[in-house]
Every structure is written in C-alpha cells, then in structure tokens.
C-alpha cells in the first residue's frame, strides 16, 4: 500500500466474536448481496464477527481480495465500461488521486447524514469540495523501528540522531557480524519520502512546485543516503529482486533498522517474527517529519446498494471491528475512543514515541490526480538506480521532470 508494503497477520486476540450490535438504525434482513473489494489486509478479520453481522442484518459481503494496484484497475476498468467495480471499495492513502478525484466514488454527505462521526479522526483526508467519500477505518503514521538487542550488541546505547549516524551503526553492525543486512528497507518511493521530510525537506512547495529538487536539497541528500544504502551492501539484494519486501525481511530475521509503520511494533514482536520481543520505534532522525497514511472504506459510483453498502460500513468502523484489526494487523483504530481504550489498557506498544512522531506530520499531495503516476515513476526510478548505480542528482532532475511533465498533462 501504489507501493503499499504487504502487511503480515499477527495472532488474532480472539475475545471479540461474542457479541455483535449492529449500527443503530440498520436495516435488517434485506436479503441483498454487496460485494467488497479490498486488499488482503482490508478484508475483515474476525470470521465470526462477519457471520454475525450478516446473520443479524440479512446482508450477505461478498469479499474480493485483490492488490491495491489490481484494485484501481478494476475501479478504473469498470467506470470505463459505466458500471461501479464494487459496492464498497476500500480506500488506501492512494486512493485520493487514483479512484476519488477520478469520480469514481459515491458522495457520502447525504447518505450518512445521520451518522454521527465525531468519534473519527482524518475525515478531512476524505473530503474534497466538501464532499465525505471514505469513512476512517484506520490512521497510520509512516515510521521506523529497530532492533534494540543488536543495537547494544553492536555497542550503541543512544538511538542514532542524524541519518548519517544511523548509516555509521549500521556498518558497524555489518562489520561485527551481527546482522549482514542491517538496514530493511525497499528500493520503493517511501523510502526516499522518508528520509527526505525527516530530513526536513517539505518536498512540494504551496504551489505544488518540486522543491526537492532544488540545487543543495535535503531531497537530493536524502536520495543519495538511500542508494549509498544499496551500494554499500547495507540492505540485502533481494529487495532489488522483487524477492521479498522490508518487512518480510525484517520479520524473518534480516535488519536492525525497518522501514514500518504506526504498529509496525505489535508484528514485529510477535509469535512470527523471528525479530520479537526487541523490536522498539525509532523517532525518526533529524528534522524528523513523516506522512500518514490512513484509509477508508466508501461506496462506488453508480452502486444499486448504498443503503445496504452504508449498514456494511458502519459496521466494518464499529468499536468491535476496529478493535479486531488493530489485534489482527496492529493498523491503529481511527476511532478516538477505541485509540483511547487501547491505550488506557496499555496494549499499544511504543505510545510515547508514537504520541512524538505524530506531532512531526508533512503530508504529500496524494490529491494531485497525477500522484498516482508520480509514485510509480518514483519506485521505478529508484530500483534502476539502485541496481545500475545512477548517481542521485540525474534521479532527482529525472524526477522532477517528470513531476513537471505529469501535471501538464493531467490539469
């Protein structure tokens, strides 16, 4: 999750198949069939849960499970043929550019009227001209952890402040043998997002200028810290092979330090990851900004289901579902008050670095219709650097170039 890294399913926490209320004011026995189209991690994890709510509602979920770059094409496919690809589509932070300002989603101001969605954060993110199109289902930060045994095996006890330092530990940790590999991260457009806002590169100006690549840009920087990752033999070349991705690296025993995420943490101390129980975040170096990446679920244009689709998604957002995602995925609940529960239960992991990370926010343009085109150029551009050692500046001006030629063809 788009470059979007699969997630892996940690253990699921079991106690909440016992009971089921539906939304107030759901419809029950409808008989109707909606379907779902989703990526594996958006699909409901609580079997029993699901059973329950299509028993008591009378609405029968057919789930279509596919990447969300087969998801945008069929989204993209069937508007071209007029008919929606789904009663409800989950939407990923990509989703913006791609299925949203495409039209290809359902209004939802009118439908949901009388839904009250105070309890929700990042509804603004789905909202263009005014118009809700996704209902929160989860609000991620990008972030970073590590592994906090290696770090003192390798004789560091402060956590590394600037990228270069955290380069530094990682070659010595190299060099000691303690982890061959010892940076997980992919040769993928968040990576060099990453360390560029938190290098304290805004990337875009107000104007949606590339300011990255600006002669002497932490932009620039930050694309030659991640090749000399590459080049240096810092991050294993199977990321170059499409072989496995940062976190099933990370997760199988590969890295000190992981690209991850806002609950990146839960897995990686899991019963699967060969990394637990010494996986802690990393508050990101320097400047130390992130972006987020939140998503929703809303109903396709043209759907013959709202009201069905609407009693779904109210349901999929409810304390008791969100609360069996964040124990399935560890993907933080968007509901203030579920947030507020897990915490005042002490069950999310690294709240005090997440509480720190998450006031150091830059978001990128994903609203701009050419974002979509613009992350797979990046991604592109990246791994052929990476394999071919193409220095870091004619990356950076390809780019930007680009950007530039994107924008004048989509405004």
Known sequence: MTARSTIVRAGLAGALAA????????????GTTISFLTPPWGAPPDQALLDAFQAESGITVDIQSVQMTDLFSRVQVAAGSGTPAADVI????????????????????DLMAGVDLSDFTKTDFWTMDGQLYGVPVYNQLVMMDFNEKRLAQAGFTARPETWAELKDQALAIKAQGIDEYPIAMGAIDWSWYLIALSMGDPMFDADLNPVFADEGSKGREAMATLLSFF??????????????????????????????????????????????????????????????????????AGSQNAEAAKTFIEWYTSPENQLAIYNAFGLYPSRTSVAEQLAAEDKIAGNDVIVEQSALVNELPRYALWWGPFTTAVSTAILEAAQTGTPADEVIDALAQEWNDLRAEYE
């Not at 009971?19 to 409808?30: D, E």
């Not at 913006?96 to 939802?108: E, K, Q, Y």
């Not at 940062?246 to 060969?274: E, K, Y």
């Open 90 to 109: 989950f939407l990923t932070e990509e989703a913006p550019s791609n299925i949203v300002a495409t039209g290809n989603m359902m209004p939802l101001n």
């Open 231 to 300: 080049s240096e033999g810092l991050i294993t070349p199977d990321m170059l092979s499409g072989a496995t991705t940062q976190h099933t690296a990370f997760w199988s025993g590969s890295g000190t330090f992981h690209q991850g995420w806002q609950g990146s943490v839960v897995v990686g101390n899991g019963a699967d990851s060969a990394q637990a129980p010494d996986v802690r975040y990393l508050r990101l170096p320097e400047a130390g900004f992130t972006w987020s990446f939140p998503a929703a679920i809303g109903i396709g």
């Open 19 to 30: 009971a089921l209320v539906l939304p107030a004011g759901a419809a029950l026995g409808q």
